[in-house]
């Protein structure tokens, strides 16, 4: 009898182990469409959030505070950062490193670093935290459903 409830749970959660490991490969999709995106500095980078995205931004050090940044409002800052940088031939790809996957219900916690090189005025190495939640929005498609990104200011 035990025997056969435990092959019982066996088929009952094998489908759920392939739905919750094709997450983590729909995750792993995404953010390699979101680095190749950013290091193109292409707008459509802007799409992969969804339309009802919560954007929190934690800045460190010296002009410390947190903000909230409505969705319309961040997709629009964020075109325009790339249009800028777009004019700058200067302007460094970045590199994703540290980067972890975390199951959260149907979702997918994403954290990374993102590191790279300023070069406007002196050059100089900068680092920044970035937490991304992703998984389907309401249309079914995989998009960024949050972001929690940390940077220190001057």
């Known amino acids: 009898m035990a025997f056969k409830f435990i092959v019982f749970l066996f088929i009952i959660l094998l489908p759920l182990n392939s739905v919750y490991a094709s997450n ?4 792993e999709e995404l953010l390699g469409k979101y680095v190749e995106l950013f ?9 992969l959030y969804s339309d009802n995205a919560v954007i929190t931004q934690v800045r460190t050090g010296r002009f410390a505070n947190t903000v909230h940044v ?3 409002r961040y997709k629009e800052i964020f075109r325009h950062a790339l249009t800028a940088a777009r004019s700058n031939s200067k302007y460094p790809n970045s590199t994703f490193l540290d980067t972890s996957y975390k199951q959260e219900g149907v979702n997918i916690r994403i954290n990374t670093k ?13 680092s920044d935290s970035l937490s991304l939640l992703v998984g389907p929005d309401i249309s079914g498609q995989w998009r ?7 940077f220190p200011t001057e």
């Open 24 to 27: 983590f490969d729909k995750a």
């Open 70 to 72: 409505p969705i319309n």
């Open 144 to 150: 960024i459903l949050e972001e929690l990104s940390e």
């Open 114 to 126: 993102r590191f790279g090189v300023k070069t406007q005025g002196a050059e100089r190495q900068f």
């Open 39 to 47: 290091n193109a500095l292409d707008s459509a980078v802007v799409d």
